[in-house]
């Protein structure tokens, strides 16, 4: 599957900043294809309540089932039917994940977002999301699950890294300057 289009894949830890990396890209006229919603629409489609015990169950189901990079096959009719010629996929947490994109899209650049544990628990609990952890305990499980499908080596693997920790303004900054850089690779 050849599409001529510039694919950013996006990795990080829950609660890392993804979003943010996201709401710029789409004022850079980026499509967005958000990974998460696959486990999410399948945690419906097996009648299972939308907790992040479930999601957690479902998301480890699925690879089992279906192979680790089930969730980026997914994911590709998603991406060939997006309008824009520009399209990040927020949330990928492997490198079977990264191959499968690699192997099946002409363009595709990963980038990571990283921020520190006590910053990605602050912001997953004043989010409070309906998959996001209540208490230390269930942000920690939450983070040991994530690492266990590979998160860890998708975030290491990444062509390009921000850092998400300062003035929000400057953050935008440099998220700005990545998705410039990886834009001008594109093109040329």
């Not at 001529?4 to 890209?25: N, R, Y």
């Not at 947490?93 to 921020?115: G, P, Y």
């Not at 690492?147 to 062509?159: C, D, K, W």
């Amino acid at each position: 599957m050849a599409v001529d289009k510039l694919i950013l894949g996006l990795t990080g830890m829950p609660g890392s900043g993804k979003s943010l990396v996201v709401a710029v890209a789409k004022q850079q006229d980026y499509d967005v294809v958000v990974m998460g919603d696959i486990i999410r629409e399948e945690t419906k489609k097996r009648k299972l309540q939308l907790t992040p015990e479930n999601f957690g169950k479902v998301m480890l189901a699925l690879r089992r089932e279906q192979g680790p990079e089930v969730i980026a096959k997914r994911c590709l009719p998603k991406i060939t039917n997006a309008k824009s010629r520009k399209v990040i996929v927020d949330g990928i947490r492997s490198l079977d994940e990264i191959d499968e994109f690699k192997r099946s899209l002409k363009n595709f650049t990963h980038i990571a977002v990283h921020a520190s544990p006590e910053t990605r628990f602050q912001r997953l609990y004043n989010r409070a999301r309906a998959d996001d952890p209540k208490d230390w305990e269930d942000f920690n499980e939450r983070d040991m699950r994530e690492l266990s499908v590979g998160l860890g080596n998708a975030i290491a693997m990444a062509e390009e890294m921000i850092v998400n920790e300062g003035p929000i303004n400057v953050v935008k900054i440099d998220i700005r300057q990545t998705l410039e850089k990886v834009e001008q690779q594109w093109m040329t």
